[in-house]
């Protein structure tokens, strides 16, 4: 559980003026995949997935742009939301529907049940750390609150921290010692100390925007953050430190999640929920698990 939770106040400086600012390009067109878009993730191979492509409850593959099919349809009725990978090429997929965490082989493309709680709200974004140990964030959108679930190896399940706010994206800095968890409505970021097992503590407020949501986040290899600004139309980037060094514009003004990929790891994916699409941005610094 949570302990010597901390509270650092933050003084709101706005800093948008002085971050560098890029824009995106459409990598998948509008309509290719429903405004349950979500989850990018890249595998061993570069290849990008993501949530509901064509229509709900599917994964879609994606080879390069504007070239997808469906990977895989999920079985009793689970729409899935975030997608990681672990070190073999197993597939994990928040399903929000039937309050799981699924698995799926590389091979067989078989899925089953890697983890459940009755509990749980609804797991919606997880993050994994090297030792393939996963954390699940649990927003509950009726009443602006949320959890925080670690998903050990063996796919039993941990509740690390409850009574958040609206609980949302989450990610591991590339030296699996830091853990950051946002709440989309309170438009906080968390940031607690992690060790091997997976346990947080030290609890600190990371960065506080003053308008709009947040969704997905990914650290790059040099631990710079990477945050899905919901309604901004922006993914924001802020230092381990806690500053905003780059805004990158898009063209939709509603992203959900964040994947690294390219034949470096360099290119950014970013899933576009109004538009049911995807967009792409060439970033000057890889992904943490890229080489």
Same mark, same amino acid.
């Given at each position: 559980m949570l302990k010597n939770s901390l509270f650092f106040p933050l003084l709101l400086i706005s800093t948008t003026t002085l971050a560098q600012t890029e824009r995106s390009t459409d990598w998948m067109p509008d309509n290719s995949f429903t405004q349950g878009v979500e989850g990018p993730a890249v595998d061993s191979n570069g290849n990008l997935f993501a949530v509901n492509y064509s229509k709900e409850g599917t994964i879609g593959k994606i080879t390069n742009s504007n070239k997808a099919e469906i990977y895989l349809t999920l079985p009793n009725g689970s729409v899935g939301n975030g997608i990681r990978?672990?070190?073999?090429?197993?597939?994990?997929?928040?399903?929000?529907?039937?309050?799981?965490?699924?698995?799926?082989?590389?091979?067989?493309?078989?899925?089953?049940?890697?983890?459940?709680?009755?509990?749980?709200?609804?797991?919606?974004?997880?993050?994994?750390?090297?030792?393939?140990?996963?954390?699940?964030?649990d927003p509950n959108w009726s009443d602006s609150s949320g959890n925080l679930w670690r998903i050990n190896a063996d796919g039993s399940n941990t509740l690390i921290e409850a009574k958040m706010g609206t609980t949302n994206g989450v990610e591991v800095s590339p030296d699996n010692k830091t853990l950051y968890v946002n709440e989309s409505v309170q438009r906080n970021i968390w940031r607690y100390s992690l060790d091997e097992k997976g346990n947080i503590q030290d609890k600190v407020l990371f960065?506080?925007?003053?308008?709009?949501? !947040?969704?997905? !986040?990914?650290?790059?290899?040099?631990?710079?953050?990477?945050?899905?600004?919901?309604?901004?139309?922006?993914?924001?980037?802020?230092?381990?430190?806690?500053?905003?060094?780059?805004t990158i514009k898009l063209k939709g003004k509603h992203p959900t999640n964040i994947a690294f990929g390219g034949k470096e790891g360099k290119q950014l994916f970013i899933t576009m929920q109004k538009r049911g699409a995807i967009e792409t941005f060439k970033n000057d610094i890889a992904g943490r698990n890229f080489p």
């Open positions: 990978f672990d070190q073999q090429g197993n597939m994990y997929i928040a399903d929000y529907v039937n309050h799981n965490v699924l698995i799926v082989d590389p091979v067989s493309k078989s899925v089953s049940v890697f983890s459940h709680n009755d509990k749980m709200n609804q797991p919606n974004d997880i993050a994994i750390m090297n030792n393939g140990i996963l954390f699940a964030s960065y506080k925007f003053e308008d709009h949501g !947040m969704d997905g !986040m990914r650290t790059d290899k040099a631990g710079n953050l990477y945050v899905a600004r919901y309604g901004a139309g922006v993914v924001a980037v802020l230092s381990p430190q806690g500053k905003l060094i780059k």
